[in-house]
């Protein structure tokens, strides 16, 4: 009873933790152009990988721009879009899920047998395959990640709808003449609320680090617009003289993915989530 109290207590002040630095990752996010010291496209070759100071706080990069100020122009690309994926992906496979878990049948079949199709390739060949053949860029990325990503979604919600519509309240509610969407919207969904929690939590830091592997390679966000993966893949020339161009952003994505991952562990624990492999 004294451990499971103390891991109790111990993942509340994980969640609390995480909890603030995530507030201040928004709020970094939506505050932007007022913390920004400079403009991050700012190019100033005067001002070329200039040491930290008053005037830059972290210091420029090899094109004389602010490295804080693109630093905290590039959370809002990678924590925003992250958010995008994540939601969208969320949203088809709940629909997907629910839909082919609930109905069964000839419907379940041919949904399961669609996903086994897309997950039949390893997700990051899938990715770049698909941006090959629409063509590079931050909007090609997004919505191949979210074709990749669905799929997982999808079939984990579909072995929590399997399970919960066998439950006796299921039943009481389809024998009270409860329509499909009522048991569905009332008693369903809800139940899968938070696993879904758990599932944003962990998965955030997944797409963050998505994004900036497709940024890293040239593929996602171009110049000159700031993210962290782009500006690990501008620093790379430079890891030498001045590798702190890669490390700053390096260290961002880390805090991040961190950040949400324990954030995650702390909500399975506390809602008694196990979390899928």
């Known amino acids: 009873m004294t ?23 928004i709020l970094i996010t939506l505050l932007a152009p007022w913390l920004a010291p400079h403009d991050p496209t700012l190019v100033n070759l005067a001002h070329k990988l200039k040491p930290p100071s008053w005037e830059y706080p972290l210091g420029t990069d090899h094109l004389g721009r602010c490295t804080l100020s693109r630093l905290l122009y590039a959370a809002r690309m990678s924590l925003g879009y992250a958010t995008l994926i994540f939601i969208s992906a969320l949203t088809i496979g709940l629909v997907v899920g629910t839909l082919s878990g ?15 199709g897309i997950m039949a390739f390893p997700s990051l060949l899938l990715v770049l395959g698909l941006v090959g053949i629409f063509g590079h860029g931050l909007k ?39 329509s499909q969407w009522t048991i569905i919207r009332k008693h369903i969904i ?4 938070p696993p879904l929690a758990v599932m944003g939590a962990l998965e955030m830091g997944w797409a963050i680090m998505d994004i900036s592997a497709m940024s890293f390679l040239g593929l996602g966000v171009q110049p000159p617009t700031p993210e962290w993966g782009a500006m690990i893949h501008e620093g790379k020339s430079y890891i030498r003289s ?15 993915v961190v950040t949400f991952n324990l954030f995650g562990e702390a909500l399975s624990e506390r809602y008694g989530v196990k979390r899928n492999s």
């Open 102 to 116: 609930y109905k069964g049948g000839w419907v379940d079949q041919l949904l399961m047998r669609i996903c086994d």
């Open 3 to 25: 451990i499971k109290i103390h891991a109790r207590l111990k993942s509340r002040k994980v969640m609390i933790l995480c909890s603030i630095i995530i507030g201040m990752l």
């Open 190 to 193: 809800p139940n899968v609320l």
């Open 140 to 178: 090609q990325v997004i919505l191949a990640l979210i074709f990749v990503q669905w799929v997982y979604y999808a079939r984990i919600i579909r072995g929590m709808v399997l399970s919960l519509r066998e439950q006796t309240y299921i039943a009481a509610a389809r024998i009270s003449g409860s």
């Open 242 to 256: 001045h590798p702190e161009l890669m490390i700053y952003p390096g260290l961002m994505i880390m805090l991040v």
